[in-house]
């Protein structure tokens, strides 16, 4: 099933701009399909370093690490050379070692593709841990972080 953008009631949606340069692109100037994905990657670092996390700070006191369990995507129009881009991030679900969120990479209005991402918090062994209660405490406040805007896609 193709991922959607139905969101539940209350969540917030976190944006980042980028703009598509020359490397991001085929000889025609569109983007390559797998670039889609390292946008929503740095979409998703971007909404954690908002939320007070550090990926790198997070590695060295804890041991841990963030990684893509499952990805689910929908490619819906080509993004080209010099858009201006916004990758929005939701986090949907919170559980023990996973995180469930829902991403959408925009150009204006205009949806390009569609994201559902499963992140798994794992220990250096590659086994799955407890996320930090830090993370857990800081994706709670996301209602004081200036760039989350709450939307109502129920």
Known sequence: MAPNWQLPEGARVHRVGFRVY?????????????????????????????????????????????????????????????????????????????????QRLLRGETELSRLEVLIACLDEAGKPRRLPAELREAIKKFDGINNLERVNHG
Do not use: W
């Open 22 to 102: 020359i490397e991001d692109t085929d000889a025609g100037g569109i983007v390559y399909y797998a670039n889609h994905l390292k946008f929503a990657e740095r979409g998703r670092t971007e909404m954690l370093r908002a939320a007070g996390i550090s990926h790198a700070r997070m590695m060295q006191e804890t041991k841990l690490v963030l990684t893509v369990r499952r990805c689910d995507a929908e490619f819906l129009r080509p993004a080209e050379l010099d858009d201006e881009i916004v990758v929005e991030t939701a986090v949907v679900d919170v559980s023990g070692a996973t995180l469930s969120l829902k």
